[in-house]
């Protein structure tokens, strides 16, 4: 079993520090995470932000969609990830129904993944109809992520995860959705696979940075899900994924190997064993 090393602190990223990001033309980095160890991981890897996206319905609990997540499920997951997170920025995905229902229900669930999970900022999916839960929460001192495009919440509404905005009527609306949730206190907005050309305009409307996902390269920066990323997920390839690993593979060929020498009785050997 492995346990924590005591290691340096190095300096928190901060919202602060992303929207200086944009300032100077350096590129954000963002990935998802849901648990200690894989948090840790992209910590030291020197990732600046960590989501814990309710994305974690779909790759942690098998879900086909990221509705069922809740509220409680989400914070066990941040105070995971907050615990090994020591230099990036951890952000909580608010998930479905626990901020669409009213402005004061909005901050009663953002109040609690700061406080009780530990996070350090929350994202809400949507534009200009949640502007006024963003307002409030803003106001009470918490920091706000937008996402914007294909917001898979609301992935029965739109019926299909094909990219969106591509009319100038949907694409019209985007770009005001972002300046409103720009004027209503995000500190950041993911655009989520929205045509490329669109993504630069907003980004370039914004002075917050925007983070893209299958929205192109002129983004403020990038983020995936780690789990796609490292090539866990065979079934998911589309266009904007690049993957940085087969992990598929190799853990298929380590847990076949582990499976092998059990069933040989070649593990344990000698030196593997406790002989007084
Ligand atoms: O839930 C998630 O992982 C996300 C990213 C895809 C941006 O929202």
């Known amino acids: 079993m492995s346990t924590r090393q005591p290691s340096e602190k190095s300096t928190r990223i901060t919202t602060r520090t992303v929207v200086e990001m944009k300032g100077h033309g350096e590129k954000i980095s963002m990935l998802t995470a849901y648990d200690y160890t894989m948090a840790r991981i992209i910590d030291q890897a020197g990732i600046d932000i960590i989501l814990v996206g309710d994305s974690a319905s779909n790759v942690m609990a098998g879900h086909e969609t990221t509705l069922p997540i809740t509220l409680e499920q989400m914070m066990y997951h941040t105070a995971c990830v907050v615990r090994g997170a020591e230099r990036s920025l951890v952000v909580a995905d608010l998930p479905f ?13 953002a109040g ?47 019926g299909t995860y094909k990219v969106r905005a591509t009319d100038d009527e949907e694409a019209e609306q985007l770009m005001d959705d972002a300046l409103q ?39 403020d920066g990038q983020v995936l899900v780690t789990h796609d990323m490292l090539g866990l997920n065979k079934d998911f390839s589309p266009r904007f994924l690049r993957r940085y690993a087969d992990l598929f593979t190799d853990m298929t060929k380590a847990f076949q190997q582990y499976r092998s020498d059990v069933k040989k009785g070649l593990f344990p050997d000698r030196n593997e064993q406790y002989d007084k």
């Open 181 to 219: 949730i720009q004027e209503a206190g995000c500190f950041a907005v993911v655009l989520e696979k929205i045509p490329s050309g669109l993504a630069e305009r907003v980004t370039a409307a914004l002075s917050v940075p925007t983070i893209g996902i299958g929205a192109g390269d002129r983004c």
């Open 97 to 109: 129904m626990s901020y669409q229902v009213t402005d004061t229900g909005a901050l009663e669930s």
């Open 112 to 158: 609690r993944m700061m406080k009780e999970a530990g996070a350090h900022a929350v994202k809400l999916e949507g534009g200009h109809t949640i502007v006024g839960s963003i307002r409030k929460i803003v106001d009470a001192g918490i920091p706000v992520m937008g996402h914007l495009g294909l917001t898979p919440q609301s992935i029965f509404k739109f």
